[in-house]
């Protein structure tokens, strides 16, 4: 998996996002079970988090997790961080989300 991704909202939406599981190979790696929570960021580094984890829909080799107004009721940066298992083994993986102000 790649080392993070991106996403931008805009204020107070309410949406899923999903994350698309492939391995080295670009082949589909079906996920057992996942996890996610999202931290707050200022200058690259977490302030703390503010949705604790959760635990994510998983279908195949796509994770899916809902960020909910709570979060996205304050522009800024957050970090996504899943948490995916399969086989007795643990990956992690950031997704950047930008909430920006509907202008």
Same mark, same amino acid.
């Given at each position: 998996?790649?080392?993070?991704?991106?996403?931008?909202?805009?204020?107070?939406?309410?949406?899923?996002?999903?994350?698309?599981?492939?391995?080295?190979?670009?082949?589909?790696?079906?996920?057992?079970?996942?996890?996610?929570?999202? #931290?707050?960021?200022?200058? #690259?580094?977490?302030?703390?988090?503010?949705?604790?984890?959760?635990?994510?829909?998983?279908?195949?080799? %796509?994770?899916?997790?809902?960020?909910?107004?709570?979060?996205?009721?304050?522009?800024?940066?957050?970090?996504?961080?899943?948490?995916?298992? %399969?086989?007795?083994?643990?990956? %992690?993986? %950031?997704?950047?989300?930008?909430?920006? #102000?509907?202008?």
């Amino acid at each position: 998996m790649s080392t993070s991704t991106y996403i931008k909202f805009y204020e107070n939406e309410y949406r899923t996002i999903e994350l698309i599981v492939r391995d080295m190979c670009e082949e589909d790696f079906n996920v057992d079970t996942a996890t996610s929570h999202i #931290e707050s960021v200022v200058n #690259e580094v977490s302030t703390g988090i503010v949705m604790e984890e959760t635990v994510c829909m998983v279908i195949g080799n %796509k994770v899916r997790t809902i960020v909910p107004t709570s979060v996205s009721n304050t522009k800024g940066m957050y970090w996504v961080i899943w948490t995916v298992r %399969k086989s007795g083994m643990e990956y %992690k993986h %950031k997704t950047i989300l930008n909430i920006e #102000e509907l202008s």
